[in-house]
């Protein structure tokens, strides 16, 4: 999930899936066929819903559980009460002097002021189990249901329900009418959902703000709906040419039934959800990958002047602050979307893993970014946006980690994922531009080696003014019961995608790269945990790795190394290094002389148990003995005399995140 993200390209640039069973870590199984019928004037639906379930644990199970979401978006919901009270907590100052508070701006009070017919609602009107009817019990957006006989291990058992359902108004994630879009329907979240059984037990998560967790299983979804509404989502039409609207084969006829509806049907293998959207207004274009998948992309005519009026400065300033065009520009920017993920998916497969599905949907609706199989809803033609809920397909939609608890390898991995698309995109524009010159396409390919890249910088900044600001608190917290939504969104988003980079830091890039796509070959289609992929980072790269997660992830605790002393002694000159803070960090140390030359120097640490490989440009290096983690001074030593050295740092690449890096760099002047 993101908001509006926004990558800077000048405007006038402008099968089947198997799945794979671990062998040690049973997995429930699901499958959906649902049928709904849209009453577009009043904004509700009926639906009825077969859900088979096969019960793959060990356990025999008294009860399950269901997601009612949109029973949050009525007043007094715990939703409601959360947000306004988030509304009340001061994070800083604005430069006017006004209060900055800390609830979601999209939702802010907004539930305590729906109406009747603008909040949103899930009625069960009848649920049995094998044909018996079942009691159950509402806990606002869960459903209990008490079996009345136990669904013992590995057996399948059959639910059939109804139920009745109210569109709310658009708030968060799902809903109609949102100004900013003028989308009618976007539907997230929206139909019962079983929650997840797995080896910690059940999840049933009530809707506070986030985040997800879904049983993997198989969808069949038929949606009637007035015949002039097109529709975008998740899974494969399978009726085409009685649907038109662009999904029609090539040179086939458009033959539709008679009446006033149109029934779409579509089925989705292997998927943790199922989302949608519809408008009568709704664009529809598509492209095709090297590799045969089909990107569809839908959005709205005309963009409104509410989506103009909520961009920011800088944002407008890239069409000369004029609304007219942004107006005229906005078929392109939806066209480059399309374009851009033609451009970038040989890039993303190469580096995190083959798109298992064929086809992807980028949906103009929503209220900022939300990713779901298949599919993103996008509240406009933000590039940056659009591939950061792209790459959700790697790190939640293939993995199906619990975003509740592990929110940090859901939005984390998902920005640094991100900023490696972006920065290829980027310089795939760049090398067009300079194709005709030579000379400027060898200095645009000449980046330096081993350093933080500066797409990186927004992610180690946020994290520190987090670590700074006195509000952090440890990545395992519940997504929805950090105290701030400030933190839980530098966690999850910066201090997470710190994790990855600086985790290259640890046992080398080329590991660490060796490490996503081994992630993905093993866990994809399993609900991998932390410890799941810190084991993979382990075996890719041969070293102790527990102790990162351990204080990257448990913890709040910070790194702050520094340059404490040089003295000669013994015919050498030392360099006394000093750990300032709590977290300790294997060290790249850089000396530099006056005649130019430099030497590299490396101490492991000793919770390590080896070393990670010399990087591009570090060879030769001296290995020095393991840093023990008790101790607070480390020192190295040189050959050269004091007064050759002009400079002792430690970390040049600035890939560790050290709070005070003022004291990680001694310059001497002679």
Known sequence: MKQTRKLFIPFFLLTSITLFAQPDRWQQRVKYTMNIDMNVQANQYKGKQQLEYWNNSPDTLTKVFYHLYWNAFQPGSMMDVRSRRQGSIVLRKDRSGNDIVDWDARVKDRIANLKPDEVGYQKIASLKMNGRPQKYKYHETILEVQLDRPILPKTKVTFDMEWDAQVPLQIRRSGRDNPSTDVRYTMTQWYPKLAEYDYEGWHPTDYIAREFHGVWGDYDVTINIDKNYMIGGTGYLQNPNAIGFGYEDKGAKVTRTAGNKLSWRFTAPNVHDFAWAADPDYKHISRKTSDGITIHVFYNAKPTQEAWNAMSAAAKADYDNSFNNYVAGWDFLWERIADAAVTVYPFIKSNFGA?????YSFIHGGDGGMEYPMSTMLVGPSLGTAFHEWMHTWYQMLMGTNESLYAWMDEGFTEFATNLVEEYYRQQVVRKQLSADPVALRESDSTAMNTLPRYHHNNYTGYINLAKSGREEPMTTHADHFNTNYAYSSAAYNKGAVFMEQLGYIIGAPARDRVLLEYYRQWRFKHPNPNDFVRIAEKESGLQLDWYRMYWVNTTKTIDYGVDSLYEAGGATKVRLRRNGQVPMPLDVKVTFRDGSSEWHYIPLNLMFGTKPAEQGQEP????????????????????????????????????????????????KW
């Open 355 to 359: 798109y298992p599905y064929k086809q």
């Open 621 to 668: 290096r001296v290995v020095y003995d393991s840093w023990k983690w008790t101790h607070p001074t480390y020192e190295i030593q040189t050959t050269k005399r004091l007064t050759d050295i002009i400079s002792v740092e430690i970390d040049p690449s600035h890939r560790l995140a050290d709070l005070e890096r003022k004291n990680n760099k001694l310059e001497l």
